[in-house]
């Protein structure tokens, strides 16, 4: 990871302690809870995912996949403080996908946030291909991916879409989840033109960091730099939950 990207996920583990961090994301998975099955639950590109923080109360084996280490301690750190004991059941695996397998288990709920638009759809494709193996009827699979709407699918920096592989719509959809074996239950396409000023303040935080980390203290040279940071762009994204048949 970048080391800039780096000092993003550092300061919002800084700013955003796990109460405050549950309470800001949208957990669509939450009006299904009572459905949920047996089994363990598995997210891809976890990061400190507010998801298995959130969920490592019920009691559920977690599988936290992400292959940047800095981030899983820091996941283990989160889980540690907000279940205590619970955090035994949980499986830290520096892994990247889809380079390496999936562990192979059979997961009750699988996440993927803000992790399939690092990849192109064909290998979009072969990750959903192992997660239908590594499901059973009832399974729920989460996701949350930028969609063409994101102001970054414009863009003509190309270093942008090298990190940014595939901008999604609604139609990609049907290609990846086979409709023989998953069923669509929930599917939103959100644009949000205005942070909100958390994510606002935290953002410029995190610039006017990477700038003294570059030791850029000239004023009108840091307020240059500074100036897209604070202008507000389109975030557009899907949102979606299948359920295995
Ligand atoms: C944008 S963050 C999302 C974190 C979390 N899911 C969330 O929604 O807050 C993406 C995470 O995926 C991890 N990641 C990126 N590419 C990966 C790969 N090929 N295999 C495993 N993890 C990857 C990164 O290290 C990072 O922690």
């Given at each position: 990871m970048d080391e800039t990207l780096q000092m993003y996920w550092e300061l919002y583990n800084e700013l955003c302690p796990n109460e405050l961090m549950i309470h800001k994301n949208h957990n669509p998975l939450r009006d299904f809870e009572d459905e949920f099955i047996e089994g363990p639950l598995l997210e891809l590109g976890c990061g400190q995912s507010s998801f298995l923080v959130e969920y490592s109360k019920t009691g559920k084996e977690i599988f936290a996949i992400d292959n940047e280490e800095f981030q899983l301690q820091l996941l283990k750190k989160r889980i540690e403080t907000y279940s205590g004991k619970e955090a035994r059941k949980l499986h830290l695996l520096n892994i990247t996908i889809p380079e390496k397998e999936i562990p192979n288990e059979i997961f009750s709920i699988v996440i993927m946030s803000d992790f399939l638009h690092f990849f192109t759809l064909e290998n979009c494709s072969k990750i959903i291909d192992?997660?239908?193996?590594?499901?059973?009827?009832?399974?729920?699979?989460?996701?949350?991916?930028h969609s063409k709407f994101h102001s970054y699918f414009k863009s003509q920096d190309p270093g942008m879409h090298e990190f940014y592989k595939h901008f999604f719509s609604e139609t990609d959809f049907p290609k990846l989840f086979n409709e023989k074996y998953f069923e669509r239950i929930m599917f939103s396409d959100t644009v949000q033109s205005v942070r909100s000023k958390f994510s606002r303040e935290m953002e410029i935080k995190w610039h006017e960091r990477v700038?003294?980390?570059?030791?850029?203290?000239?004023?009108e040279e840091r307020e240059e730099e500074l100036k897209t940071t604070k202008e507000e762009t389109n975030v557009g994204y899907i949102q979606c939950i299948y359920r295995r048949r």
């Open positions: 192992q997660i239908a193996l590594r499901t059973q009827k009832g399974s729920l699979i989460y996701i949350k991916a700038l003294d980390e570059y030791q850029v203290f000239d004023h």
